[in-house]
């Protein structure tokens, strides 16, 4: 089972919908949770991050934790084509305090 | 601007030869980081330092030396023994390593093999 683990997608929505993207994770012990947007060809970008079970809203994205189910996920409502990127979630290691990365979501927004 | 500046940005290597890959932040923090990222993958920790001369080995360590003489400055060199090279390479910082805290992205540089 891999630590940190996204459905690579491609996860296509049409303009102006909500965009839902998921991440599991297997470390019981970790405490920070983080969500990168990485263009085509370009750096991972921090959008988000959240540390208490719940949700944390910033604009027109949400991030959403529960850590009994091991889950956490971003909204992004009124979906825009530039939204269109790769969608990385990242969790901290509650044993090594390393970065864990998952291997990204693919999100096409289509006008 | 504050940032974390990775130069240069395209990089090729010769059969047998080290290269280094520059990484200078002037955000003013103690750790920083270097990744590599290969197509369709997701990020994976080379080396890192929490601290001026002193650093540890990630998950990938091997055919990879790094230094840190300064707190702004992270060199990594790609050794001959990397047989693998070709990635793309980030360099990241934070306020303190191994704290929770959001680590933030350079530009990155693209290694390919000649």
């Known amino acids: 089972q891999k630590e940190v683990e996204q459905n690579s997608g491609p996860l296509s929505v049409p303009e102006g919908a909500i965009a839902s993207l998921n991440c599991t994770y297997s470390d019981r012990g970790s405490q920070s949770f983080f969500w990168y947007r990485q263009y085509s060809g370009k750096s991972p970008e921090l959008i988000m991050f959240?540390?208490?079970?719940g949700d944390k809203e910033d604009g027109r994205f949400t991030a959403q934790l529960n850590k009994a189910s091991q889950y956490v996920s971003l909204l992004i409502r009124d979906s825009q084509p530039s939204d269109s990127a790769t969608y990385l979630c990242a969790v901290i290691s509650g044993n090594t305090g390393k970065l864990i990365f998952g291997q990204g979501t693919t999100l096409q927004v289509k006008p | 601007d504050g940032g974390i500046t990775q130069s240069p940005k395209y990089l090729f290597r010769k059969e047998g030869q080290n290269v280094t890959l520059s990484c200078e932040q002037n955000?003013?923090?103690?750790?920083m980081y270097w990744y590599r990222q290969d197509p369709g993958q997701g990020l994976r920790l080379i080396y890192y330092?929490?601290?001026?001369?002193?650093?540890q080995k990630g998950d990938i360590a091997e055919g990879y030396s790094v230094s840190r003489e300064k707190k702004e400055s992270f060199p990594l060199t790609v050794t001959s023994a990397q047989k693998n090279p070709t990635a793309f390479y980030l360099c990241a910082s934070s306020d303190r390593a191994l704290a929770g805290q959001p680590q933030h992205f350079g530009d990155g540089t693209r290694l390919s093999i000649l």
């Open positions: 959240i540390y208490s079970n």
């Open positions: 955000l003013n923090h103690d750790a």
């Open positions: 330092s929490q601290i001026v001369n002193d650093f």
